[in-house]
């Protein structure tokens, strides 16, 4: 069981998306619980604030430190340490290996921004990690929350109904994005189905895919990192092509 607790300053819509799909599988089986926290129950003042204007001057508001420790120091003193992680774009960029890594956690706390983003002691005093969802700026930080939250979510062992889709999705073991997918009708709008996957050929069907998989990432993700993957039966015999990833 993996308990996500995500500070926000808007737990309804977080909860509305998690009570479908994925996470409400996750949770239904018990693998995963989705604590919303809202830190402006943590303020101590009679407006509730959790934001005042930038010392030096400029645009915007920023979080206030006080309220959000209180809610971090609150979680924590229930549950035991969490690994804290803050979404903010200038973050470490996030991405499939290290949903792989954080698989593994007990605990994970999500902290969204707001506004301007945090007062950066904050961030130091409790040791957040900084994580980015990409090279863009969001209004806050709950659609990245989100992305993290179903990304590891749906490794968890159990929560696919088939454990191979995980391994085979864009950047699993063989680093490479997924290869094209068809379903019925073999023929739409003119255009077929490949006749190879109408073969029976199951040797065929997965070289197939293994090559179109390869030749699409060439195509448009030329910078990711390939790893040969084994035949089933077939010794293994990694390899690595391409730009190396970057580190982080
Ligand atoms: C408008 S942004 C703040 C932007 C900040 N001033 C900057 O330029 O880095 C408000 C909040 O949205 C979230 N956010 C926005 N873009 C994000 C991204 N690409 N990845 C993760 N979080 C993001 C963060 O929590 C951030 O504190």
Redesign the pocket.
């Known amino acids: 069981m993996t308990l996500f607790a995500i500070l926000t300053l808007f737990p309804e819509p977080l909860e509305a998306y998690a009570s479908e799909g994925i996470l409400r599988v996750a949770q239904e089986k018990g693998k995963v619980r989705i604590q919303c926290i809202d830190f402006r129950d943590f303020t101590r003042d009679r407006h509730r604030s959790v934001d005042d204007r930038p010392f030096g001057g400029g645009p ?1 508001m920023l ?1 206030r430190p006080e309220p959000i420790a209180e809610a971090v120091e609150w979680l924590e003193a229930r549950h035991g340490r969490f690994r804290r992680i ?6 470490r960029p ?1 991405h499939q290996r290290m949903s792989e890594e954080l698989v593994h956690e007990e605990r994970i706390l999500l ?8 007062d950066a002691r904050l961030l130091e005093e409790l040791a957040f990690e900084e ?11 709950e ?2 929350a989100l992305a993290v939250t179903e990304a590891v979510a749906r490794l968890l062992p159990g929560v696919l109904g088939d454990e191979r889709s995980a391994a085979e999705d864009s950047f699993g073991a063989s680093g490479d994005l997924d290869c094209p997918h068809y379903t019925r009708p073999r023929v739409w709008r003119g255009r077929e189905v490949p006749s190879v996957l109408l073969s029976g050929d199951h040797a065929a069907i997965e070289r197939w895919r293994r090559q179109t998989a390869r030749a699409r990432t060439a195509r448009t993700r030329p910078d990711l990192p390939h790893t040969e993957v084994a035949a089933p039966g077939a010794p293994p015999k990694p390899h690595t092509s391409g730009p190396e990833r970057p580190a982080g």
């Open positions: 915007g979080l803050a979404l903010c774009p200038g973050g996030f902290l969204c921004g707001r506004y301007e983003g945090f994580l980015s969802v990409g090279d863009y700026v969001l209004a806050g930080g659609i990245a």
